[in-house]
């Protein structure tokens, strides 16, 4: 078995942080049955591998099998380094786990997790749902509270009200929190110019001082973030433009967060993250900027997308694996309520005001009225004149297949070769014996 | 009508398939000749469930199966005569 592993895995029992300890393979299943969390693991057992993944794939994991010995890894990249070729490279799937013997050429396929969505007509939001939500969030949060001690903790605020309530959250359990917020420095000058700082950096300094948190300011220019791009497809182990575009925001963050982290000498820093509310409500729509459509999604109403966008969540890295690479640890405290925002009903989510209601009605007023007002905000699209990390990369010709071809160079590997890699916002995987290199 | 045939008129209309392109057969490889991409496939698997009342699995993602119209009707068959418990 080799190994390499960088992401901290983040696997919850009954709301408390557990380890996996050695033992038989049905005992590894039967923790992962019970865990919550973002993690991704490999356990070398009597009957073979077990590598399972979190319910919702937050955290990555790939495999290869050379010669009997079976090699994973959180970076797709790594695989590939050790000789691996990308034909020979499979994920575990979000919410499942495997047992492979090699030896025995067996492989099975275990799902340990399905969320149930609520699939029913209605368009109201039970007072049980609302507790429900509140009452895993605070689960949550005292789990991050236990792990978060003598840390330095961060919370990404865009301004928006998922990463505002995140902060609020944050606040209340862990006290002693800073807020980090991103904008471009070339929107930062037009906007002075015209008065006053872009939107999403004002009114992360206003909820900051309102919140009583210290906010970090990561203000970078255009050309400064397309200089990270190639790190942000390596550790993002994605071309597609909506999670590059996250990546290079994030890619900026986690710099910051490392050198202000650096100075105080305390654990591995944490970040608290919006990350997956949209998916749960499934509160994406394309962009269009400047003629052209980004983003795309499947033509079906909201209330059937909702499963996919959570699906799709198996791939992509834009969050944990940019941090990662940073030695940075991301919780995503909403995934970790994935169970019971899946029980907004199907019938409330065509609903464009429903994401508002339900937040409303679980934060209250700790969320300031300001926020709720404000327009949706995407960091990465942070306005239809300067147009974000899209505009950045839009302006410039790359994206689309320029992105994959980009990505399939700096992994050393075909452009044709990723075709198939990623289906339905899933990472290829098997479901029989996968056979070696030998 | 058949299920394949169903299947068939979905895809082309999905994938806007020209009614003459001798390229698309019930072996083609739908991935590979660029007629369904992630969002069609999606969208297929929605129809699928619709129309004949089954759920999809995501092992069918990456079923060899899966890639082509005659792959996936069986697929469809199979699901079908032996649904799934929910």
Known sequence: MIARRFITDQLWVDGRPATVAAGHAEDALALVSAATGHFAIHLETPEGHVLARDPLGVNKLFFTIDRGTVRSANYLHDLLDDGATLDRVWSVPSGHAVVIDPDARSYALHKHHALRFDDSDTGELEDDLVDAVRARLDVVFAGIAAIAAGRPVYVCMSGGMDSTGVAVMARRWLGDVTAVTFALAEEQERRAGAGGPPDDLATARRLSADLGMPLLEVVRPGDAILATLDDVLRFGQDWRDFNVHCGLVNEALARAIAADAHGRGDGRPLVLTGDTMNELMADYTPVVYRGATFYDLPRLPTAKLRRFLVGGLDSGDREVGIFGHHGIDVVQPYALCADAYAAVPAGALGNPRVKQALARAVFGDAVPEYVYARPKVRAQAASEEVGGTLGLLADRGIHGAGLAARFARLLHVQPDELRGFIRAGFYRFTTTYPGSQE | ?86
Do not use: H
């Open chain 2, 1 to 86: 009508m058949p299920i394949i045939d169903k299947l068939e008129a979905f895809v082309r209309e999905v994938g806007q398939v020209d009614p003459d392109d001798p390229e698309f057969t019930r072996e083609t490889d739908l991935w590979d000749m660029g007629y369904l991409d992630s969002n069609g496939v999606v969208e297929l698997i929605v129809f699928i469930e619709s129309e004949f009342g089954v759920e999809v699995p995501e092992e069918a993602l990456f079923d060899p199966d899966f890639t082509r119209l005659s792959g996936i009707a069986r697929v469809v068959e199979d699901l079908v005569a032996t649904p799934r418990p929910v």
